[in-house]
């Protein structure tokens, strides 16, 4: 069974602050990686996908991955509340040239003012 | 992913009913996901479809669950003899013909099924 895992969570961060969202996967043939944002009892909504080693921005999100680690983490700087959400992060499947993607369970966000 | 549309946003069914669930893809896109979040979980893959053809359909429950994608109209996630355990949010996706990572993948709103 090939698997995404996110840590567990839940994160709490100050406003401003930096929040650091990891996640691993088991499955050496997955090639791109996604964070989605979701909000309670919405859909997900893509924020950043990577698909080569090193880091990726946008905006105040950053994403990494180390295929060699098989980890992705997805930072996200000078955090607003507006980013309380959960965050899902997933993989495509290996062997797979479509969007048949494995989740993790999620890491609930919760940003103080 | 305000373009992939679904329906019913919202279905109650008494358990042993039948549901159905309508999936639109965004205009252009020939490719349709099907995805289910059940309560606390995350999101499971279930199937992926062209029109008129299941392509991987690795992730669908062996009874009960069927789904196509006509030449004409909406894809549809038929669940037959719904059960309690069926209860969850069902979210469709699409992507254009042509692509293959999941990064052109838009998720609709999803219908949330409840089985009384």
């Known amino acids: 069974q090939k698997e995404v895992e996110q840590n567990s969570g839940p994160l709490s961060v100050p406003e401003g602050a930096i929040a650091s969202l990891n996640c691993t996967y088991s499955?050496?043939?997955?090639?791109?990686f996604f964070w989605y944002r979701q909000y309670s009892g919405k859909s997900p909504e893509l924020i950043m996908f990577?698909?080569?080693?090193g880091d990726k921005e946008d905006g105040r999100f950053t994403a990494q991955l180390n295929k060699a680690s098989q980890y992705v983490s997805l930072l996200i700087r000078d955090s607003q509340p507006s980013d309380s959400a959960t965050y899902l992060c997933a993989a495509t499947a290996g062997g797979t040239s479509y969007g048949k993607l494995t989740f993790g369970q999620g890491t609930i966000l919760t940003v103080h003012p | 992913n305000a373009g992939v549309m679904q329906n019913p946003r919202h279905l109650v069914r008494r358990r042993g009913q039948e549901a159905r669930l309508r999936c639109s893809p965004m205009?252009?896109?020939?490719?349709v996901y099907w995805y289910r979040q059940l309560p606390e979980e995350g999101l499971k893959f279930m199937v992926y479809l062209q029109k008129e053809n299941i392509i991987d359909e690795s992730g669908m429950p062996k009874e009960r669950f069927s789904a196509e994608f006509p030449k004409e109209g909406p894809s549809i996630l038929r669940i037959q003899q719904v059960v309690r355990g069926d209860s969850a949010a069902y979210f469709c996706?699409?992507?254009?013909?042509?692509?293959?990572?999941?990064?052109?993948?838009?998720f609709g709103e999803g219908s949330w099924l409840t089985v009384v």
């Open positions: 996706a699409s992507s254009p013909p042509g692509t293959g990572s999941g990064n052109t993948i838009y």
């Open positions: 499955d050496r043939g997955s090639q791109s």
């Open positions: 990577i698909y080569s080693n």
């Open positions: 205009k252009g896109h020939s490719h």
